[in-house]
Structure formats: structure tokens, C-alpha cells
């Protein structure tokens, strides 16, 4: 399953116009699932529930967003910036988190076995 191309199309403005949109439709499911965010500057972005399974954010910068309950399974997060994120209760089994840095992120619940971590900077 593609990811929604308005979806996309919506993150391609950045993390401002996502989030108002977001509290504007709050019962929209959102699965962005295989999606391509390389090298995006998501600050602050709310990502909360999110499905992105298997989605490739390699080097997007997600500082201070709000992962909470978003599933990466699998996803590439290799040289994420994670710093300050809201990960509680997010799930990143089988992810990709080479050299990603976590300083200061909340991993409270987060769930991530058997994922990639090697380099991985500020770990809890």
C-alpha cells in the first residue's frame, strides 16, 4: 500500500501547516506507510499514531516532534535527528536507527527490539 500522495503533498509544506491540518481533521487515520521524508526538516512535527511502517526518513530532522504511538517497524531512520522528540509509546521493532541521536527524546514505552542502534547517539 502506497502512502497518500495528499498526505505527502501536505508534509511537503512542513511541520506548521501538517500540524494545523492534523487538529483540524482529528479523525482521520493517517498511514504514510513506505513513505520517502529523506532529508526532511519536520521540527516539531505531530506524527502522533502515525503509521509509517517501512518508511525511509534517512537524516530527516524530527526535533521536538511528537512520535507518540507512531509505528516505524522497519522503517530507515538512519541519522535521525530525534532530539527532544515525544517517542512514548511509539514502536520502532526492526527499524533502521544507525547514528541516530536521541538526546533528550522521551523513549518511555517505546518499544524497539531487534533494531539496528549501532552509532546511535544519547541514548537512555
Not at 512535527?45 to 504511538?69: E, P
Request: net charge negative; with cysteine; hydrophobic share 50%.
Amino acid at each position: 500500500m502506497s502512502p497518500s500522495s495528499e498526505l505527502l503533498a501536505r508534509l511537503k509544506y512542513g511541520a506548521t501547516p501538517w500540524n494545523v491540518w492534523r487538529r483540524e481533521h482529528p479523525d482521520v487515520a493517517l498511514v504514510l506507510d513506505g513513505a520517502v521524508l529523506d532529508g526532511m526538516i519536520l521540527i516539531g512535527v505531530d506524527f502522533s499514531g502515525v503509521s509509517l511502517r517501512g518508511a525511509s526518513l534517512h537524516a530527516v530532522n524530527l526535533m521536538n516532534a511528537d512520535l507518540r504511538g507512531a509505528d516505524f517497524t522497519g522503517a530507515n531512520l538512519v541519522e535521525a535527528d530525534l532530539i527532544c522528540a515525544n517517542l512514548d509509546g511509539a514502536i520502532l521493532e526492526g527499524a533502521q536507527l544507525r547514528e541516530a541521536d536521541f538526546l533528550g527524546a522521551n523513549l518511555k514505552n517505546a518499544r524497539y527490539s531487534a533494531s539496528d542502534l549501532t552509532g546511535a547517539l544519547h541514548l537512555p
